[in-house]
């Protein structure tokens, strides 16, 4: 199985089952933590797109020597809020 996953353009929603599947934050992630449960928080990702209900004890289930991931050079940057300008500010 080939993981390619572009967290570019991943949705709210699928940054957010990401952290909920992970067990750490989006910017835990992107600062470099990782462990293998965040590998297979991953495979998840990439495999809910084709079936939504892919699980990660279907990622449990896959061995390592099946597993090749493309990386990216650099980690996307997660969207910040943008500040709103004080009430009365013209």
Request: proline fraction near 7%; charge should be negative.
């Amino acid at each position: 199985m080939k993981v390619t996953v572009d967290m570019n353009t991943a949705t709210l929603g699928e940054i957010e089952q990401f952290e909920a599947d992970a067990g750490l934050t989006w910017d835990e992630f992107t600062a470099g933590k990782s462990s293998v449960r965040t590998t297979m928080a991953l495979i998840c990702l990439q495999e809910r797109r084709a079936n939504p209900k892919y699980s990660l004890d279907d990622a449990r289930k896959l061995k390592v020597s099946e597993i090749e991931f493309e990386t990216e050079d650099e980690a996307p940057v997660p969207p910040t809020p943008r500040k709103r300008a004080p009430s009365g500010a013209s």
